[in-house]
């Protein structure tokens, strides 16, 4: 089944542990949050919204978004911005939000991705003409915690290549560190922009995974050629 969430403001209270499956899709559209006081569980094989739908997804306890086997190839809606909040967050399901906005935040604890995160480029096509959107942004933020990206984990602000400009990739960790495995896809058409990418801090190893060298090295692989901005709060560089 599909669970829609629309244009509305939703809270669970009073319990500890909320959990929420759709096999078919997690999706919301319009203006909205859904927030518990509680831990929150939501398992599904996507996360999609509606065109220009912007929603919030708020847990004061851990937020975990895990994988449901089903079809995540439909087409999603150009557009829609989310934002996903937990004291620490696990995302290990797919998300895609072409041409949109993607926001996701620890407010205490780690922040680990496993999924698929798209905010990447898109098509559509008018009687014989196509055309190409930008892609949006993805944003990872941990006020207090690690940013992880497991070996499982791709995410995209890759424009298609047919046209259009690709997007931005933040990573925010002041008080903790970013462990890039898995993929990052930036790439454009010759003749439109490359992906962004910027990067806060608190230190970088000297060598190995999560030194400068290694998520340089990761970014050349994805196509991050437009601009790259790093702020280490304290050590060498």
Known sequence: ENILLGSNHFRIGGYRNVSVSAGEGFSFSGTGAFSTSGNLTLRTSRISGESGADYSITSDGVL?????EGDTQEEASLGANLTLQGASVL????IRLPSGNLTIRATSGDLTIGGNLYAGGASKTFNTQTRFSDAGSITLEAANGDVTLTDTSVLSVAALSGGGNAGTLSVV????????????HGQAANGFNSGSFHLDTSSLPGSGAGSLASINGDLDAGGFNQSRGFRVRSGDV
């Open 91 to 94: 995302a290990n399901t797919d």
């Open 64 to 68: 975990a978004l895990e994988r449901l």
């Open 173 to 184: 960790t002041p008080n903790g560190r970013f462990t890039a495995g898995g993929a990052l």
